[in-house]
């Protein structure tokens, strides 16, 4: 019998790249998108879980469109705090554990250097709130957790920084981008096959080390220190580079704040769980190549 996960946010960055990630034997990664479990709706998710005879659940669905999210606090949370929660219930009533991914910025960013797992918490907006709320709801609900604090998130698809800077820079031989914000870009794939190095051992039935922790790209750079790998990476394809005009927080206002440093440390996670995600800048030039081909 094979060991069936549970995988939602199949049509976004993380759950797309581990469903197109080879098989595993012993392992079925069961895709459940919007259509089979809709957290806005957290009431009836036990029932439609059920339906689906998970033996482990990975939660890559998200409310993740930060600035909207200020606007629908009930949609944002009903979806990062009590569907998770929700999940996590029914996982636990199975026996099954619950691998649930967080963010950066449930951190508020006034920390000088990388944060911890332990750090204390203080989310600036709704989103990060929301997603804090969840850890909590997962937390309580079900002991065999894990859950991953990931940050700046790329793939080659989906809404991410890379594809928003390439799709500007093919126009424009100028950009201005945030210089005073740091964290630590993650690659969607090298997420997923962190995740998927986990499945064999959940299959198990391994006592894993249960609890949070952070799984994010190594390595921290600013979102300007970001935008000029990626032009060093499409300039040889392009013929051009753009420049890269350093800009403060201050002179690009969002609607909701960002964490000023919400670089994550992510060295106790290899040493306790053996995944980790390689630094971002041997992960980006493969997810600019992609992108790149897509447009031709
Ligand atoms: N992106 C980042 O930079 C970042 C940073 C830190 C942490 N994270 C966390 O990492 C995880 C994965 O993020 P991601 O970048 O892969 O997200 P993403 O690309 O924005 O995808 C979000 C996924 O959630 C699904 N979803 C949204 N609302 C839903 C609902 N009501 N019911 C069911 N599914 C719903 C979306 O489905 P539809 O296509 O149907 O909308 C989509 O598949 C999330 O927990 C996120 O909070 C992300």
Known sequence: MSFRIVVTGVSGQ??????????????????????????????????????LAPDAVVNCAAHTAVDRAESEAPLAFAVNAEAAGELAAACAARGAPMVQLSTDYVFDGSKTGAWTRTDAVAPLGVYGASKEAGERAVRAACPKHLIFRTSWVYAARGRNFVRTMLRLGADRDELRVVADQTGCPTAAPDLAAALAALAPRLARGDDLPWGTWHLAGREATTWHGFAEAIFDCAAPVWGRRPAVLPIATAEYPTATPRPRNSALDSAETERALGVEARSWRDALPPIVAEILAQED
Do not use: N
């Open 14 to 51: 993380v759950g797309g790249s581990l469903m197109a990630l080879p098989p595993i034997p012993g392992v079925t990664f069961v895709p459940a998108g919007r259509g089979v479990l809709d957290l806005a709706r957290p009431r009836g998710l036990a029932a439609a879980l059920a339906a």
